[in-house]
């Protein structure tokens, strides 16, 4: 089992800056693709970035590319996102998944993410 908890959220200007940590425990996370979701009040939760188990290739939604920035640091068994530009739009509960099957891939889709965390609330003011 692997425990997923974020950090670093909170109300925050429109273009002002915030980096969210997800602190993975349990098992190893270095061989797993990992990533964040948001959910936006009404909506389904929507992908937002990925990054692979070494950190070689990284996804973004077409919505923060450009602005987000994944990244993840396996010794610690950490991942991060640091956001720029923040938008009222951006406002979102952020997730931290982790999908152990996707060896050098980066799904979009809910069900391939099999662990996720509680979720930290990012709201951005205009």
């Known amino acids: 089992q692997v425990q997923l908890v974020e950090s670093g959220g909170g109300l925050v200007q429109a273009g002002d800056s915030l980096r969210l940590s997800c602190a993975a425990s349990g098992r190893p996370v270095s061989s797993d693709t990992m990533g964040w979701f948001r959910q936006k009040p009404g909506k389904e939760r929507e992908f937002v970035a990925g990054i692979t188990w070494n950190g070689g290739r990284t996804g973004y939604a077409d919505a923060v590319k450009g602005r987000f920035t994944i990244s993840r640091d396996n010794a610690k068994s950490m991942l991060y996102l640091r956001m720029n530009s923040l938008k009222p739009e951006d406002t979102a509960v952020y997730y931290c998944?982790?999908?152990?099957?996707?060896?050098?891939?980066?799904?979009?889709?809910?069900?391939?993410?099999?662990?996720w965390g509680q979720g930290t609330q990012v709201t951005v003011s205009s």
């Open positions: 998944v982790l999908s152990w099957k996707s060896i050098d891939t980066i799904p979009v889709v809910i069900h391939e993410y099999e662990y």
